[in-house]
C-alpha cells in the first residue's frame, strides 16, 4: 500500500509489540509475501528472534502464510495490514459488546483480544478469574457461552458441557476449540449504527429506532454484506415494531415515518414493490456513497474554508463545469475564486478534464479546461489524510510521554506508594508529606501531559471514526 | 543587447502567437503573480481555522482508559519481544542503570497445529546430542579467517578433531536441515570463542615479560658495569 499506511502500520506494531516485531511487520509490508529467510537476511536479526516475531504476528492474525510458489516445502508469510489498522479500533469492540452483552462478554472479548487466539478454555477461565476479583458474585458460565456463539467465529463448534466442565477443575478438556475475534461481524454492528445516528441526525429519534427495526429485519432475509437488500414486507416491519413496544408514537405514524423515508432525498431506503401492502428495500450502497460524499464535504470545509466548500458543492451538482462558470455560479469575486480552485486541485479534491477543440498546437487553441470530482480518488486521499494524522497523533502522544518520563514516574511512584500507607491505616501526615514530594508546578505540568495526551487519543478514536467510513465506502464502490 | 533587439523586433512585428491562450492560465497579464518562493514550505504550516472542537463525555474517557490498559497489558506481555541481549564485550556502567525488566508473565502457549513446521519449537533433544564442540575450523561457515598456530602438536590435534566434528555434523545436518541454524551460530560463537583461548598460547601475548620492577631497587648495585638497558 501507500508509505503513509505503511509508517502507520509500523508504528501502531511498535506501540503494542516492541520494536523487533516492528522492524519483522515493516520488511513484510513492503512485499506480498517473504519466507523465512528471506526475513532473516534483509532485517538482520537473529533467526530464533525473526521466529518469535513471527510466531506472535500469525497468533494475533496479522501475518498469514501459504504455500510458496518456488518451494512447495516452504511457506510464505505476508503481512495483513488492514488487521493492523484495526488495533486503534479493538476499544470500540469492547465497548460495543459491553453494551450489546453486558460486562461479562465485555471481560470475553478483552481477553481475547489481549491475547489475539487462544483457546476457549483458557480465556473463559481468565475471565471469571478477573470477575471473580472485580465482583463478588460471579455469573454463571452458560450465559458467556451464548454472547461467544453471536459473536465469535470459532474454526469449529460449540462448547457447552467442556465448559461446565472446566470452571471447577483445571484440565483442559480434550476437544477445545481455538477462538478468534470476527472482526467482520463487529463491522456490521459498527455500520448499522452509522446508518442509523444519520437518520436520527437527519429526522427524528423515532426514523432512527424504525431504521434499527428495519435493519433487524433485513438480516433474516439477506446477507450482511450485500450491497442491496432483499425487499422487506411492510407487514413484517408492523409486526416487529409492535413487538418492540417501547415506542408507541412510532407504531401510531408508523406509515408516515416510512413515507418519509423513503421519500427523502438520502435514499435509505426505497420502495419497491406494492404487494403485500408495500415492499421495502435498504440501499446499503447508496446509503454509504452518500454518507461519505457528505464526509468529504465537511473535510473540505474544514480544511479550506465554507467557500471552498461551496466552490467543492458547485463541482458536484454541476459535474463538470468551467472556470469562470464557477465564478458566476458561486457568486465569489473572480480572483479568489481562482486561488480556491486551483488549491483544491493541488490538494486532489478536484480534478481537470481538458478538452481540446483541435489537436494541432499552431495557434490560440481554445481548450476547455473542466473541473470534475472523481469521488474514488477523494476519498482514497481522505483515506491519506487520515492515516497521516493518526500517525501524527501517535508520535506526538509517545514524545510527551518520552519527554515527561521522569515525571510520570515519579508521580506513578508516589501513587503506589500512597496507596499502600493508605492500606495498611497510616496517619494521615505521612500521606500528606508524600503527596507534597511533587511540587504545585509539577503537578500542573504533569496534568497538563494528561490532558494533552487524552485529547490525542480522543482525537485517534475520532480519526478511526472516520476511517471506518471511508473504507466501508470503497469497499462497497469496489464490489458493485 | 542583443536579446533586447531581439525581443523589441519581435515585440515590433507583432504579438508572437503562443499556443495557449494566457488569459485561459487564469491570470491576466500585468496581474501581480505571487512572489518567487526562495525556501521549501514550512514543517509545521500555520493553521488557517480552528479545527472543531472534540465532544469528550465519560464514554470517550471509558474508551481510553480501556485502551491505557490494553497497551500495557501487551507491554508486559511475552508478546512484546525485546531485543535480543547484546553479548557484553566489557561491563559497562549503563548496564546497572537501565535495567528494564518487563514482567514476562509466562511465555505464550500456542496451539502449534496452526502454525507451519518452521515456526514450531525445537525438540529440545537435538541440542545435547551435539558434543562440547572441540576447536575446529569449519572451512564453510567460520566467518572470519584463522591461521593455522606454528605448534605442530596442537595442528595434529585440531585435524584430528575437525575429521571427528564433521561427520558428526554431517550426519547431524542431514536430520534437521533448517531447525539446526539457530543452533549452528550460537555453537560459532563458542567455536571461535575457544578458537581465541587456543590462538594465544603458542604467541608473546601470553608469556608473561611484566617485571614489576620490585627487583629494581636490588639490583642497582651490581648492574654498574652493564651499560644501559634497552
Same mark, same amino acid.
Given at each position: 500500500m501507500s508509505v503513509d499506511c505503511?509508517?502507520?502500520?509500523?508504528? #501502531?506494531?511498535?506501540?503494542?509489540?516492541?520494536?523487533?516485531?516492528?522492524? @519483522?511487520?515493516?520488511?513484510?509490508?513492503? =512485499?506480498? %509475501?517473504?519466507?523465512?529467510?528471506?526475513? @532473516?537476511?534483509?532485517?538482520?536479526?537473529? +533467526? $530464533?528472534?525473526?521466529?518469535?516475531?513471527?510466531?506472535?504476528?500469525? +497468533?494475533?492474525?496479522?501475518?498469514?502464510?501459504k504455500v510458496s510458489l518456488q518451494n512447495p516445502k516452504i511457506p510464505e508469510y505476508s503481512l495483513s495490514y488492514e488487521k493492523v489498522l484495526l488495533f486503534p479500533r479493538y476499544v470500540r469492540y469492547m465497548l460495543l459488546v459491553k453494551t450489546l452483552y453486558g460486562d461479562e462478554a465485555?471481560?470475553?472479548?478483552?481477553?481475547?483480544?489481549?491475547?489475539g487466539s487462544e483457546k476457549a478454555s483458557s480465556i473463559i477461565v481468565r475471565a471469571t478469574t478477573r470477575l471473580k476479583e472485580i465482583k463478588k458474585g460471579c455469573k454463571e458460565i452458560p450465559q458467556l457461552i451464548i454472547k461467544q456463539e453471536d459473536l465469535f467465529m470459532s474454526p469449529s463448534l460449540s462448547l457447552k458441557e467442556l465448559t461446565q466442565m472446566e470452571e471447577g477443575h483445571p484440565e483442559v478438556p480434550a476437544n477445545d476449540v481455538t477462538l478468534r475475534v470476527n472482526f467482520d461481524r463487529f463491522h456490521q454492528e459498527f455500520r448499522d449504527n452509522i446508518m442509523i445516528s444519520a437518520i436520527k441526525r437527519r429526522i427524528d429519534d423515532n426514523a432512527g429506532e424504525l431504521m434499527r427495526v428495519i435493519l433487524q429485519q433485513m438480516y433474516i432475509r439477506t446477507e450482511a454484506w450485500e450491497p442491496i437488500s432483499n425487499p422487506?414486507? =411492510?407487514?413484517? #416491519?408492523?409486526?416487529?415494531?409492535?413487538? @418492540?413496544?417501547?415506542?408507541?408514537?412510532?407504531?401510531?405514524?408508523?406509515?408516515?415515518?416510512?413515507?418519509?423515508?423513503?421519500?427523502?432525498? $438520502?435514499?435509505?431506503?426505497?420502495? @419497491?414493490?406494492?404487494s403485500g401492502g408495500g415492499q421495502y428495500v435498504v440501499n446499503i450502497r447508496e446509503a454509504f456513497i452518500q454518507l461519505s460524499?457528505? /464526509?468529504?464535504?465537511?473535510?473540505? *470545509?474544514? +480544511?479550506?474554508?465554507?467557500?471552498?466548500? +461551496?466552490?467543492?458543492?458547485?463541482?458536484? %451538482?454541476?459535474?463538470?463545469? *468551467?472556470?469562470?462558470? #464557477?465564478?458566476?455560479?458561486?457568486?465569489?469575486? /473572480?480572483?479568489?475564486?481562482?486561488?480556491?480552485t486551483y488549491r483544491l486541485l493541488e490538494e486532489c479534491f478536484i480534478q481537470i478534464q481538458e478538452l481540446r477543440k483541435s489537436m494541432s498546437s499552431a495557434g490560440p487553441n481554445k481548450t476547455f479546461f473542466?473541473?470534475?470530482?472523481? #469521488?474514488?480518488?477523494?476519498?482514497?486521499?481522505c483515506l491519506e489524510i487520515c492515516y497521516k494524522a493518526l500517525t501524527n497523533s501517535m508520535v506526538r502522544r509517545q514524545h510527551e510521554r518520552d519527554e515527561h518520563k521522569r515525571l510520570i514516574e515519579k508521580q506513578q511512584r508516589i501513587e503506589s506508594l500512597t496507596a499502600n500507607l493508605r492500606e495498611q491505616g497510616a496517619p494521615a501526615d505521612q500521606i500528606d508529606e508524600l503527596e507534597e514530594l511533587l511540587?504545585?508546578?509539577?503537578?500542573?505540568?504533569?496534568?497538563r501531559v494528561r490532558i494533552m495526551i487524552a485529547r490525542l487519543g480522543e482525537a485517534e478514536l475520532r480519526v478511526d471514526d472516520n476511517m471506518f467510513l471511508l473504507q466501508l465506502y470503497l469497499m462497497y464502490s469496489n464490489c458493485k | 543587447m542583443a536579446g533586447r533587439g531581439r525581443g523589441g523586433g519581435g515585440r515590433g512585428r507583432g504579438r508572437g502567437a503562443m499556443s495557449f491562450n494566457v488569459e485561459q492560465l487564469g491570470f491576466g497579464a500585468g496581474e501581480a503573480l505571487p512572489g518567487p518562493v526562495l525556501q521549501p514550505p514550512p514543517l509545521y504550516p500555520p493553521l488557517e481555522r480552528r479545527p472543531v472542537p472534540l465532544k469528550s463525555g465519560s464514554e470517550v474517557e471509558y474508551l481510553l482508559a480501556l485502551k491505557r490498559d490494553y497497551v500495557e497489558f501487551l507491554k508486559y506481555s511475552p508478546a512484546y519481544v525485546l531485543p535480543a541481549a547484546k553479548v557484553k564485550d566489557i561491563e559497562r556502567y549503563s548496564d546497572y542503570k537501565n535495567v528494564e525488566t518487563p514482567n514476562k508473565n509466562g511465555a505464550l502457549d500456542y496451539d502449534w497445529k496452526r502454525f507451519p513446521m518452521e515456526l514450531r519449537p525445537?525438540? %529440545?533433544?537435538?541440542?545435547?546430542?551435539?558434543?562440547?564442540?572441540?576447536?575446529?575450523?569449519?572451512?564453510?561457515?567460520?566467518?572470519?579467517?584463522?591461521?593455522? *598456530?606454528? =605448534?605442530?602438536?596442537?595442528?595434529?590435534?585440531?585435524?584430528?578433531?575437525?575429521?571427528?566434528?564433521?561427520?558428526?555434523?554431517? $550426519?547431524?545436518?542431514?536430520?534437521?536441515?533448517?531447525?539446526?541454524?539457530?543452533?549452528?551460530?550460537?555453537?560459532?560463537?563458542?567455536?571461535?570463542?575457544?578458537?581465541?583461548?587456543?590462538?594465544?598460547?603458542?604467541?608473546?601475548?601470553?608469556?608473561?615479560?611484566?617485571?614489576?620492577? *620490585? %627487583?629494581?631497587?636490588?639490583?642497582?648495585?651490581?648492574?654498574?658495569d652493564d651499560g644501559p638497558v634497552y
Amino acid at each position: 500500500m501507500s508509505v503513509d499506511c505503511g509508517i502507520l502500520c509500523s508504528k #501502531i506494531i511498535l506501540e503494542h509489540f516492541g520494536g523487533v516485531v516492528k522492524t @519483522v511487520a515493516h520488511d513484510l509490508f513492503k =512485499v506480498s %509475501s517473504k519466507t523465512l529467510s528471506n526475513i @532473516v537476511a534483509t532485517t538482520k536479526l537473529q +533467526r $530464533s528472534q525473526v521466529i518469535e516475531c513471527l510466531r506472535i504476528l500469525v +497468533r494475533y492474525g496479522l501475518v498469514t502464510y501459504k504455500v510458496s510458489l518456488q518451494n512447495p516445502k516452504i511457506p510464505e508469510y505476508s503481512l495483513s495490514y488492514e488487521k493492523v489498522l484495526l488495533f486503534p479500533r479493538y476499544v470500540r469492540y469492547m465497548l460495543l459488546v459491553k453494551t450489546l452483552y453486558g460486562d461479562e462478554a465485555e471481560l470475553l472479548i478483552e481477553e481475547l483480544l489481549r491475547s489475539g487466539s487462544e483457546k476457549a478454555s483458557s480465556i473463559i477461565v481468565r475471565a471469571t478469574t478477573r470477575l471473580k476479583e472485580i465482583k463478588k458474585g460471579c455469573k454463571e458460565i452458560p450465559q458467556l457461552i451464548i454472547k461467544q456463539e453471536d459473536l465469535f467465529m470459532s474454526p469449529s463448534l460449540s462448547l457447552k458441557e467442556l465448559t461446565q466442565m472446566e470452571e471447577g477443575h483445571p484440565e483442559v478438556p480434550a476437544n477445545d476449540v481455538t477462538l478468534r475475534v470476527n472482526f467482520d461481524r463487529f463491522h456490521q454492528e459498527f455500520r448499522d449504527n452509522i446508518m442509523i445516528s444519520a437518520i436520527k441526525r437527519r429526522i427524528d429519534d423515532n426514523a432512527g429506532e424504525l431504521m434499527r427495526v428495519i435493519l433487524q429485519q433485513m438480516y433474516i432475509r439477506t446477507e450482511a454484506w450485500e450491497p442491496i437488500s432483499n425487499p422487506i414486507p =411492510v407487514v413484517e #416491519i408492523r409486526n416487529a415494531v409492535h413487538k @418492540v413496544k417501547t415506542n408507541p408514537r412510532l407504531a401510531q405514524h408508523l406509515d408516515q415515518y416510512l413515507k418519509v423515508l423513503d421519500e427523502d432525498s $438520502s435514499n435509505f431506503i426505497t420502495k @419497491v414493490a406494492d404487494s403485500g401492502g408495500g415492499q421495502y428495500v435498504v440501499n446499503i450502497r447508496e446509503a454509504f456513497i452518500q454518507l461519505s460524499w457528505a /464526509a468529504v464535504e465537511n473535510i473540505v *470545509e474544514e +480544511r479550506f474554508g465554507s467557500k471552498a466548500a +461551496r466552490v467543492f458543492r458547485l463541482i458536484k %451538482s454541476k459535474h463538470f463545469i *468551467e472556470q469562470e462558470q #464557477i465564478q458566476q455560479y458561486a457568486l465569489i469575486p /473572480a480572483k479568489e475564486a481562482k486561488l480556491i480552485t486551483y488549491r483544491l486541485l493541488e490538494e486532489c479534491f478536484i480534478q481537470i478534464q481538458e478538452l481540446r477543440k483541435s489537436m494541432s498546437s499552431a495557434g490560440p487553441n481554445k481548450t476547455f479546461f473542466l473541473f470534475h470530482i472523481d #469521488i474514488d480518488q477523494v476519498v482514497k486521499k481522505c483515506l491519506e489524510i487520515c492515516y497521516k494524522a493518526l500517525t501524527n497523533s501517535m508520535v506526538r502522544r509517545q514524545h510527551e510521554r518520552d519527554e515527561h518520563k521522569r515525571l510520570i514516574e515519579k508521580q506513578q511512584r508516589i501513587e503506589s506508594l500512597t496507596a499502600n500507607l493508605r492500606e495498611q491505616g497510616a496517619p494521615a501526615d505521612q500521606i500528606d508529606e508524600l503527596e507534597e514530594l511533587l511540587t504545585p508546578l509539577e503537578n500542573e505540568a504533569l496534568e497538563r501531559v494528561r490532558i494533552m495526551i487524552a485529547r490525542l487519543g480522543e482525537a485517534e478514536l475520532r480519526v478511526d471514526d472516520n476511517m471506518f467510513l471511508l473504507q466501508l465506502y470503497l469497499m462497497y464502490s469496489n464490489c458493485k | 543587447m542583443a536579446g533586447r533587439g531581439r525581443g523589441g523586433g519581435g515585440r515590433g512585428r507583432g504579438r508572437g502567437a503562443m499556443s495557449f491562450n494566457v488569459e485561459q492560465l487564469g491570470f491576466g497579464a500585468g496581474e501581480a503573480l505571487p512572489g518567487p518562493v526562495l525556501q521549501p514550505p514550512p514543517l509545521y504550516p500555520p493553521l488557517e481555522r480552528r479545527p472543531v472542537p472534540l465532544k469528550s463525555g465519560s464514554e470517550v474517557e471509558y474508551l481510553l482508559a480501556l485502551k491505557r490498559d490494553y497497551v500495557e497489558f501487551l507491554k508486559y506481555s511475552p508478546a512484546y519481544v525485546l531485543p535480543a541481549a547484546k553479548v557484553k564485550d566489557i561491563e559497562r556502567y549503563s548496564d546497572y542503570k537501565n535495567v528494564e525488566t518487563p514482567n514476562k508473565n509466562g511465555a505464550l502457549d500456542y496451539d502449534w497445529k496452526r502454525f507451519p513446521m518452521e515456526l514450531r519449537p525445537v525438540a %529440545s533433544v537435538v541440542k545435547k546430542k551435539r558434543p562440547p564442540p572441540p576447536p575446529q575450523i569449519k572451512g564453510k561457515s567460520s566467518k572470519k579467517v584463522r591461521f593455522a *598456530e606454528d =605448534v605442530s602438536t596442537k595442528l595434529d590435534e585440531l585435524e584430528k578433531l575437525e575429521e571427528q566434528g564433521d561427520v558428526e555434523e554431517k $550426519s547431524e545436518e542431514n536430520k534437521e536441515e533448517e531447525k539446526e541454524e539457530g543452533e549452528q551460530q550460537e555453537g560459532e560463537l563458542e567455536e571461535e570463542e575457544d578458537q581465541d583461548e587456543e590462538m594465544d598460547d603458542g604467541t608473546d601475548y601470553v608469556n608473561n615479560y611484566f617485571d614489576n620492577g *620490585e %627487583s629494581y631497587l636490588d639490583e642497582e648495585d651490581d648492574n654498574l658495569d652493564d651499560g644501559p638497558v634497552y
